[in-house]
């Protein structure tokens, strides 16, 4: 049947076939390295990606002018040590202030009520002064049968 068919009609079936399965090796394992196809994991063939047109170079940034240089800062001179402040003494316990007695309530003052209001005192006419009395002169003693020592009594035994 090949051997009218082919077109290698002078070969025998058996070599057409291996020819064949040579073929198709050779052709499945050179198909990955050729330039414009490439292979899909189940053997089918996509073609190549179009190359990516070239970007255009970008310009040159301009140089940055130089800084100047920043002068060292001096050194600061060491600080002094501050010198250790003395322990304050221990301030002795004050003691508790014993607690103060309640004070008892002082009780409400009632309301005093209120006072009538007192009326006006007429006033008092000017009273006259009074002339000074002139001094009334010493009696003198009298030393009598019904006295006592100067002094007279009266029948009953009383004083004058």
């Not at 070969?11 to 040579?22: A, D, G, H, K, Q």
């Not at 060292?72 to 004050?94: A, E, K, L, R, S």
């Not at 202030?97 to 005093?112: A, C, E, L, T």
Request: with cysteine.
């Amino acid at each position: 049947m090949f051997s009218t068919l082919s077109p290698l009609a002078g070969y025998s079936t058996s070599r057409f076939m291996i020819l064949v399965v040579l073929g198709l090796v050779s052709f499945a394992c050179a198909a990955p390295f050729q330039l414009k196809t490439t292979t899909h994991s189940l053997g089918t063939f996509h073609p190549q990606v179009p190359n990516i047109p070239n970007v255009p170079n970008v310009p040159n940034v301009p140089n940055v002018p130089n800084v100047p240089n920043i002068p060292n800062i001096p050194n600061v001179p060491n600080v002094p040590n501050v010198p250790n402040v003395p322990n304050v003494p221990n301030v002795p316990n004050i003691p508790k202030i014993p607690n103060v007695p309640n004070v008892p309530k002082v009780p409400k003052v009632p309301k005093v009520p209120n006072v009538p209001n007192i009326p006006n005192v007429p006033n008092i006419p000017n009273v006259p002064n009074i002339p000074n009395i002139p001094n009334v002169p010493d009696v003198p003693k009298h030393e009598g049968k019904n006295t006592h020592h100067g002094r007279f009594f009266h029948i009953d035994g009383s004083a004058m």
